[in-house]
């Protein structure tokens, strides 16, 4: 048997075509080639399981090999073999249909981003590193011949009769100049550590010494012995394929540190495992959110049938869980030729709604199993919940029976819970409850006590997209508006529509505004005299509730808010007219003395918000100290 042919096809030029579009990233060709033996071996298994094949299959490794002096990388599987015709079949006809295709669909395109469709192109990746291709195959099928197949990456190709006594096939590739890169054993193993690591047949690649117990020494103490063994770079039954009842918590906990091997413990999991209307296997993990989002972003690592196909799973996984960590598996998520890219179709947005369900499934379920638990790991998952609650109303729907808010008590309600705690003690004249909350208790504490003192709670809502998910709550809660603490005056967020009197004449109250507006000499203050409860603050300085939201969402990445974060500062100060220290600034003896009453009142009010700073801060204590002495 001798043969040689040209392949059927319409240009001359389609390897460096497929070169130029197809394959982003040239190491791919080891994983398309891998994937083929290890395609080869289980429709092998297939087979025998069927009692077609009856005598025993043997091993079934899979071998990758390179010869650096020869300038080759094999790739040898005992699978189910080729004959020569089924070579010109598959390897001439189906796959270079498809490439024809290809070419004509796409040769005037920029890129090939948007192929659809599985072209059975794998094979040819392999001319993207090679010069030149070698196949040697022998079939399962008694008594036939084994073949060898041989192209130079032009359309002309030649089949021979070939000398191999196993079942199954070789694939040698002649390494080019261009890639020699390939041909080091470091860069061969990290692509396939990257692409072939969960495969379900062994894959060999070289060998690795391993120290083994040889007897004792004279002490009674263990030897050891060097031993070559083979180096299997894959483990062909990951934690995802197994059933969740044969795992424990340690299972899991190990499997994430060989999948992340320098991050913390995650606080939970979920193992999904699905067979209708789609398949889908994995394991996702919520892991301890750091600030930085976009360095927690990119850790879902998405597989077809164990093979690796990328981290990039925007389309398959919901926005909000892209801070997720794991594994997804499913044959039927469509990709392209490349499998570089995922494209939208139904079943992606099946998939991405069933992983959305099984979140809010999971949270829940942790949630009425042990609220003290959850509770306890609510600032790591309160990140996914709220964030989840802010991008789709479906998750939202379900998260709203486990979300929870926090007060600066740290105690913990859920939704219904904190109605029903504050809808009588904090509802203004105009019948809508006020929920107050701080985003940093600490420099806010004045503001906090002063609420504290009415008999009102206040939330604690520090985290980095509560700016956001506090303008989200108030479209969401009915009759419900969320105010900063130190917005304004307690009295004024929470305006009960009650009065209290003046001490002061309305000629007194236009001669404070004066003396205050003289002392502080500061444009960016609003001043106005409240006739506020005596135990107020003398003086209270706050930005408006809108003006400040508007600048905390402008400062995380408010998108249509940012030209607020460029915005001058404008504060609101409310001077206490029935306070006792605007009385001694009325009576006192001289304007200087006056002025440095009203200038310590508003000095403090700015201390209190952190906002005296520099030589404010060192002025205002040697006044202190000199008004102390006096």
């Known amino acids: 048997m001798a043969e040689k042919g040209t392949i059927s096809i319409h240009t001359e030029n389609i390897f460096p075509i497929i070169k130029k579009f197809l394959y982003s990233d040239h190491e791919i060709f080891l994983r398309e ?24 299959i043997g091993d079934t490794t899979v071998e990758v090999s390179f010869d650096k002096d020869k300038k080759t990388i094999t790739v040898s599987d005992r699978g189910i073999g080729m004959t020569a015709e089924e ?53 399962y099928q008694d008594g ?20 191999k006594e196993t079942r199954g096939t070789d694939i040698i590739l002649h390494v080019a100049e261009d890639s020699e890169e390939f041909l080091d054993e470091w860069k061969l193993k990290s692509i396939l550590d990257k ?98 989002f976009e360095v927690q972003k990119n850790k879902i690592q998405l597989y077809s049938r164990q093979v690796f196909i990328t981290d990039e799973v925007k389309d398959v996984v919901p926005e909000f869980l892209m801070l997720l960590h794991g594994v997804i598996d499913s044959p039927d998520i469509p990709l392209n030729v490349s499998r570089s890219y995922l494209q939208s179709d139904g079943n992606v947005k099946k998939i991405n709604n069933h992983i959305t369900k099984k979140v809010a499934d999971k949270l829940e379920e942790l949630f009425k199993q042990d609220r003290e638990s959850y509770q306890a790991k609510w600032n790591d998952i309160g990140v996914f919940v709220k964030y989840g609650m802010l991008s ?50 600490g420099k806010q504490d004045a503001y906090i006590q002063s609420a504290k003192n009415k008999g009102y709670d206040v939330l604690l809502l520090d985290g980095v997209i509560d ?97 607020m974060g460029s915005m001058p500062d404008q504060f609101e100060m409310s001077i206490n007219g029935n306070h006792n220290i605007v009385g001694k600034i009325l009576s006192a003896d001289n304007d200087d003395k006056k002025a440095q009453l009203a200038k310590q009142a508003y000095d403090l009010a700015m201390l209190s918000q952190n906002m005296l700073q520099g030589k404010d801060l060192t002025n205002f204590i040697k006044r202190s100290i000199d008004m102390a002495a006096e």
């Open 33 to 56: 080639l891998v994937s083929n033996a290890v395609d080869a071996t289980q429709k092998l298994k297939r087979l025998s399981s069927l009692g077609e094949i009856t005598s025993e």
């Open 87 to 139: 070579i010109k079949k598959y390897i001439n006809q189906i796959a270079f249909s498809g490439a024809t295709e290809f070419v004509e669909k796409f040769k005037d395109k920029g890129d090939a981003k948007d192929i659809i469709g599985k072209f059975g192109l794998g094979f040819y990746s392999a001319f993207m590193v090679a010069s030149q291709v070698e196949i040697i195959s022998k079939s």
């Open 144 to 163: 036939t011949e084994a073949a060898r197949w041989i192209c130079d990456g032009s359309t002309e190709f030649e089949i021979t009769e070939a000398t």
């Open 195 to 292: 692409y072939c690591k969960f495969l379900p047949v062994p894959i060999k690649f070289g060998t690795k010494e391993e120290q083994v117990e040889d007897g004792q020494d004279d002490e009674g103490k263990p030897k050891y012995k060097s031993v070559t063994q083979d180096r299997i770079i894959n483990d062909t039954t990951p934690l995802w394929t197994k059933a969740p009842a044969d795992l424990k918590d340690e299972d899991y906990l190990n499997f994430y540190k060989e999948l992340y091997p320098m991050s913390e413990d995650p606080l939970f999991w979920i193992h999904l495992n699905v067979d209708y209307p789609f398949n889908l296997t994995g394991i996702l993990y919520f892991p301890k959110v750091k600030n930085d």
């Open 392 to 441: 789709e109303d479906k998750f939202y729907d379900k998260a709203k029976n486990f979300a929870l808010f926090t007060n600066t008590e740290n105690e913990f309600f859920t939704f219904d819970e904190y109605k029903e705690k504050v809808q009588e003690t904090q509802k203004d004249k105009d019948d809508n409850v006020i929920y107050l909350y701080t985003t940093d208790a």
């Open 467 to 563: 700016s956001h998910y506090v303008n989200f709550l108030e479209q969401k809660l009915e009759k419900t508006q969320l105010k900063r603490v130190d917005a304004e005056n307690i009295e004024k967020i929470i305006d009960k529509g009650e009065t209290i009197a003046s001490v002061l004449s309305k000629e007194e109250e236009e001669k404070v505004k004066e003396i205050f507006e003289k002392a502080v000499n500061n444009p960016s203050m609003n001043i106005s005299v409240e006739s506020l409860s005596p135990d107020d603050m003398p003086v209270t300085i706050t930005m408006s509730e809108f003006m400040r939201r508007m600048k905390d969402m402008a400062k995380n990445g408010g998108g249509a808010y940012a030209m």
